[in-house]
């Protein structure tokens, strides 16, 4: 709750407005000290702003911090911390400049997150007041200047250009400056043990692409297009890349895909791949994604929630501009059909939401979004659209907007009446299905897999050509696909040549159908079956390898040994599952049975990405061999920073507390957890 008469939801507006009409932030060098250890940052802060209108106070957002020492040159002000911020007090004057400085010190909650080994940062739209002193609006924008000391076995990357970096007895401070302004929210930081590759772009901008040591074979495959993806932006938008230099930095833990911190994008390292993880599991989208936020995000930026899409869309629409001049047309329509069915079966559940709808989910501000770019495209024209785009970064860079800016300019480039368009794409709730649809069917591709599709219904003996014709070399990946999943149709005598003519594909995604789709596994197929453990895919291994353990007992061994070794994703998918069935296998390698299962169990452990453990979770649940450090595990990932890991391990801990036996044990462990963990754990037995 803001003090100062900033009481409710109502006041809590006004005086943010008010805020931003009396002051503008311009500026702040940030001397931090960030202490990985003890959880906590400090720093020497220098603030300048503008004073817009006469005032005695104006403030700074910060969340539980602390005011060590005033060092203000010039003038003398008062500061005062409270819970949500820093009051600033001065009989400031309009139109005056002013230079304030002070210390501060914070134990973030939240937004600065500390592992033994990485420490990274994440605003996601006004977070980042609880590990710097800033303004939460996005509408507030300021140059962040950022010296970081860090233990000098890590490497520190923030927002900005590296001027240098000085070692202490301790610590090495690294020094970062930026010459754009930009919403606070954009201020990142990045600590680790990280090396880094740099390359050049063709307009000469710095792409700095970092990794972890023992990482450094799947640098390449991590970061394959990345060069080629950046030159397609600059040159399809039309507008030079805004920034000084652009870094990715992958972190473990992290709460999303990617987050596209200006000149900074942190992403998850579960899409760190080798080449064969490439095929199932690349960051080749995410990379596009938060590439195109550095204009559409960071350089214009949504006024409020309203207008969400512009940044959401944008970077969805130019994401898979990018990846068509990669993976091609085809990939291209594949992927708006996809969209396409997940929109139409909420719209037609009665769920649709309009775009401009300030609490739309993700769905309708990412993918209907990046339609309505689709469509506006194609009404206006490519010249128009890319001329509109292009004036509309420009007019209004380093700003904020809105809606009817970007529209005010696709009218004035096109000369077409926008009204419709902004009635059925932007503000109506359902979505235009029948126009996605002749969009769609522009495609030859698509209308070839629509007529596929088609036959679903038709009997097999009926389709039998057409389906064999599919997965006849030259293949389409899709409509392969799609003729292995209609062969279930079919008697197995009719299909079994069919079949086997699928399992002579190179294509692994028709090869991925098969190992998904025959279940169960027809013993005629046996042996082609046996095939798909040798292709290069790690989904389709690990799919392949439980159903063979599965249905053939007998032949459990040959299988495990085939598989032995193998690891799969960042996850260990493969490694985990092998280390289970390898367990619950008998007479099989029984000496090694007990370091198999400790393997196992090492996985929930705090020192593993979330990924990890929760793979290991599910494991151990489904054999029935948690330890009860493995349940100490489990209560600590239901207090994980990232939601959905945390929601996944709350969940399975309401499964095994209807369990009397396995409530049981969790009250003994009560004793052994913080006072934090023991009173939520009490709540939860007593429920």
């Keep these: 709750m803001w003090k100062f008469f900033c009481l409710g939801l109502f006041f809590t507006s006004f005086c943010v407005a008010q805020q931003l009409e009396i002051v503008d932030f311009q500026q702040v060098d940030a001397q931090l000290e960030i202490n990985p250890s003890e959880k906590n940052v400090k720093g020497n802060l220098s603030y300048r702003f503008k004073i817009l209108q006469k005032t005695d106070s104006i403030y700074l957002d910060a969340k539980n911090m602390r005011v060590n020492e005033i060092q203000t040159t010039g003038i003398k002000v008062s500061l005062r911390a409270a819970a949500d911020k820093i009051w600033i007090s001065y009989p400031f004057q309009q139109n005056i400049e002013y230079e304030i400085q002070f210390k501060y010190q914070a134990e973030p909650e939240q937004a600065m997150y500390f592992f033994d080994d990485q420490v990274w940062t994440q605003g996601q739209g006004k977070y980042t007041s609880h590990w710097l002193p800033s303004m939460d609006d996005v509408n507030d924008k300021m140059i962040f200047n950022l010296s970081v000391a860090s233990p000098r076995e890590f490497t520190v990357i923030a927002n900005g250009v590296l001027q240098g970096k000085e070692d202490s007895e301790e610590n090495t401070h690294w020094n970062f400056t930026m010459e754009k302004p930009m919403s606070s929210y954009l201020a990142a930081i990045a600590i680790g043990k990280f090396q880094k590759q740099t390359l050049t772009s063709s307009s000469g901008i710095p792409l700095e692409n970092y990794y972890l040591p023992e990482d450094a074979s799947k640098l390449e495959p991590t970061y394959r297009y990345t060069g080629a993806m950046f030159d397609f932006l600059e040159k399809e938008i039309g507008v030079a890349y805004p920034w000084q230099n652009y870094k990715q930095v992958p972190v ?9 911190n200006t000149s900074l994008t942190l992403f998850s390292n579960a899409f760190v791949v080798d080449s064969i993880a490439f095929v199932d599991r690349n960051y080749v989208n995410v990379n596009a994604h938060e590439l195109a936020h550095q204009w559409f995000g960071n350089m214009v930026t949504a006024k409020s929630s309203e207008h ?40 037609d559940q009665g769920k649709g939401e309009a775009i401009l709808n300030p609490n739309a989910s993700s769905l309708t501000f990412y993918q209907k979004g990046a339609w309505a770019l689709h469509i506006l495209r194609e009404k206006v024209g490519d010249a128009a659209f890319k ?25 004035k480039t096109s000369g077409v009446d926008l ?11 359902a979505f235009l299905a029948s126009e996605a649809l002749q969009s769609l069917i522009k ?31 030259p293949v389409n990946d899709y409509l392969g696909q799609e003729a292995v999943y209609q062969l279930s149709s079919g008697t197995f005598v009719n299909t079994k040549p069919v079949y086997a003519k699928a399992f002579q ?36 291994i690990e799919v392949a390898l439980y159903n063979l353990w599965f249905q053939f007992p007998e032949y ?27 367990w619950l296998t008998e007479e099989y390698k029984e000496e090694q049975k007990p370091y ?14 979330f990924e990890i453990r929760e793979t290991a979770f599910q494991l151990l649940t489904g054999i029935q061999e948690l330890t009860d450090i493995n349940l100490k595990d489990l209560i600590d990932a239901c207090f994980h920073p990232n939601w959905r890991f945390t929601k996944s391990s709350r969940d399975l801990l309401d499964q095994l507390l209807k369990d009397p036996v396995m409530k049981t044990r969790f009250n003994s462990l009560k004793s052994q957890l913080s006072e934090e963990k023991a009173l939520w754990l009490e709540y939860k037995l007593a429920v």
């Excluded at 598989?563 to 289970?580: D, V, Y």
């Design 387 to 411: 001329t509109a785009v292009k004036n509309y970064l420009n007019t209004h860079a380093f700003q904020s907007v809105t809606t009817d800016d970007f529209l005010a300019e696709v009218e």
């Design 596 to 609: 198999y299962l400790h393997e196992l169990r090492r996985y929930t452990s705090s020192i593993h990405s």
């Design 252 to 260: 473990r833990d992290f709460l999303y895909a990617g987050m596209e």
């Design 505 to 540: 594909s190179k294509s692994l995604f028709i090869r991925q159908a098969l190992a998904v789709s025959l279940n169960p596994i027809p013993e005629a197929l046996l042996t082609e079956y046996e095939t798909l453990l040798e292709d290069d895919s790690y989904l389709t």
């Design 308 to 347: 969400h899409w512009l940044q959401e869309g944008f970077a969805t629409y130019y994401a898979l501009l990018a990846e068509r001049e990669i993976f091609g047309e085809d990939y291209f329509y594949w992927k708006l059909y996809q969209t396409t069915e997940q929109l139409k079966e909420l719209s």
């Design 419 to 429: 009204q419709t368009f902004r009635k059925d794409w932007l503000e109506q709730s």
């Design 556 to 582: 459990r061994a040959v299988y495990l040994n085939k598989t032995e070794g193998m690891i799969g994703f960042s996850n260990k998918n493969i490694r985990q599952l092998w280390l289970a069935l390898a």
């Design 443 to 473: 495609s030859n591709f698509i209308r070839e897999y629509l007529e596929l599709s088609a036959l679903t219904p038709i009997p097999f003996s009926e389709k039998k050509e057409q389906l064999t014709k599919y997965i006849t070399a």
